[in-house]
C-alpha cells in the first residue's frame, strides 16, 4: 500500500534517499523503517512543511497485492492437488511458494471462505482441497482471492467540461467489461487439475516430493 514519508530536500532526487545516519527509509525486504517515522513526527509542522518534501513510497507489507494473489492461492491449490489425500502445513507450502507462513495462512482462510480448501488445527492438522482438483475452476479461484476489474478507472472524476474527460470513464468501463468476460470464459475452462498436469509435462512429479516430505514429517 501507499505511505507517505517526510524526506529531507538534501538527498536529492539521483541517489536513494537516507538519513544523516546513512540509514534508508525502506529496508531489505522493502519494509518501511519505523525511525523516519519517528523522526518526522517529532518535527513543528512549520518546520515539516519548509524543510522537508513529501514522497510517496510504495511498500509492499505483509499482504499480499492483487496482482499476486491469483497465482499464490493457484500455487497452494496445486500442491495440494498433488499430495493427494494428505494435508499441507502452511510451513510447507510457505517453503514453495517462497514466503511467509503468515501469508499462506491469510491466503488459506480466504480459500476456505470460498470453500475451496478445508482445514484442520492441531499437530496432525493442516490443508487439503475441499473437492476434487478437476472440480476446482481458476474462475473459482480468481473470483474468491481478487478484486473484480483488470484495471481501475480514474480515482478522481475527470474534468466534465472536457469531452473526452466526461465519457472517457463510460467507455473504459465499457473495455474493462469486456475484458473481464474474455478472462473469465478462459478461466472457467482451466482446473487446478489441468495446472497440475501442465507442470507435470513441464518435468519431473513433484508430488511425488511432497508426498514422500508429508511422510518423513
Given at each position: ?54 514522497v510517496t513510497i510504495n511498500v509492499t507489507e505483509s499482504r499480499m497485492s492483487s496482482s499476486s494473489r491469483f497465482a499464490i492461492a ?13 494435508s499441507l502445513k502452511s510451513e510447507e507450502i510457505a517453503g514453495s511458494v517462497n514466503t511467509n507462513p503468515v501469508v499462506i495462512r ?40 481478487e478484486s473484480p476489474g483488470v484495471f481501475s478507472l480514474h480515482r478522481q472524476r475527470p474534468n466534465p467540461r472536457c469531452p473526452v ?53
Open positions: 500500500m501507499n505511505r507517505r514519508l517526510a524526506v529531507e530536500e538534501s538527498w536529492g532526487s539521483n541517489s536513494s534517499p537516507r538519513d544523516a545516519a546513512g540509514r534508508s527509509p525502506i529496508g531489505p525486504r522493502g519494509e518501511v523503517n519505523n525511525f523516519f517515522d519517528n523522526a518526522v513526527a517529532k518535527q513543528p509542522c512549520a518546520a515539516r512543511l519548509t524543510s522537508l518534501q513529501i493457484t500455487h497452494l491449490l496445486t500442491m495440494m492437488a498433488w499430495s493427494d489425500d494428505h491469510r491466503m488459506l482462510c480466504d480459500l476456505a471462505h470460498g470453500n475451496l480448501v478445508v482445514s484442520q488445527t492441531g499437530a496432525g492438522g493442516g490443508s487439503r482441497l475441499a473437492r476434487k482438483p478437476e472440480q476446482i475452476t481458476l474462475l473459482d479461484v480468481y473470483r474468491t482471492v474527460g466526461r465519457n472517457i470513464g463510460n467507455v473504459l468501463g465499457g473495455v474493462r467489461e469486456e475484458l473481464d468476460l474474455a478472462i473469465e470464459q478462459i478461466l472457467a475452462g482451466i482446473t487446478i487439475q489441468d495446472i497440475k498436469v501442465r507442470l507435470k509435462h513441464r518435468g519431473g512429479v513433484p508430488g511425488d516430493h511432497l508426498r514422500r516430505q508429508t511422510v518423513v514429517n
